[in-house]
């Protein structure tokens, strides 16, 4: 069984355990933007993969937006057919202002902080995004994004949970019904951050909102009681015997 895993910096466990967003981030891991293996090791997703006995395959990316989360997640769909059946998707999504620019092949993660490095030909155009930027418009295409996302993976028959890493859809008035596939969408309290806030999690650095290690287990317990509430393995071998 796998247990597929994305999101962004919270589900990468950036510095969780050591200052690192990136495997490249003390030159041990080569030039790769990977989680770093040593924060990974203390993600939400690896102790949640280990407590049902499932091998990890995590594709987040620190600082990255939902639309390379759909992008990425879409593609191991895509080209892991056989392993559909047998995979279990849980999917953080970050803040719904972010943007993936394609540019000269690649991709290009940008937020609304005014602080993101882009190339000099995508300056001016990022200088116009963090000034025009329109959270209602931003949270209403994300919310149908994801739920479109959600509506595919139902037809496909993939099991899969989300959650908000951040940002929430309680401003939303034309809620969907995802049964129990989104943990709260429309509470602010659910979120994994304001969860975090309100149980017990500890910043490993406050000023970029990364929880720490410890932090990363007690959301690791909460996503497990979910599952196990609602009985998305529901086959006595979808589940480790530890």
Sequence with gaps: MIL??????HTAAAEAVIPACFAE?????????????TNLA?????????????NL?????????????????????????????????????TTWERQEWLHREVYYQVNASGTDWVPEALQKRYKQ?????????????AH????????????????????????TFSDIENRHDWRN?????????????NWLIKNGG??????????????HRLWADHVLEYVYHNQFLTHAHEISSD
Excluded: K
């Design 4 to 9: 597929y895993a994305n999101g962004c910096s």
């Design 25 to 37: 981030d003390d030159g041990r891991h080569g030039i790769d933007r990977r989680p770093h293996p």
């Design 42 to 54: 203390a993600s939400w997703c690896s102790h949640v993969a280990d407590a049902l006995g499932h």
């Design 57 to 93: 395959i995590c594709q987040a990316e620190s600082g990255c937006s939902n639309a390379r989360i759909l992008r990425t997640t879409r593609a191991w769909i895509a080209n892991n057919p056989d392993l559909l059946a047998n995979t279990f998707f849980i999917i953080q999504w």
């Design 129 to 141: 995004f963090v000034i025009d930027i329109d959270w209602t418009l931003a949270t209403l295409q």
């Design 144 to 167: 149908q994004d994801i739920w479109q996302l959600h509506q595919d993976m139902l037809q496909l028959g993939i099991r899969h949970l989300f959650f908000s890493g951040h940002s």
């Design 181 to 193: 596939h989104y943990i709260l969408p429309y509470d602010r309290d659910h979120s994994y951050h």
């Design 202 to 215: 500890v910043y490993a650095n406050p000023h970029s909102y990364h929880f720490d290690a410890q932090s």
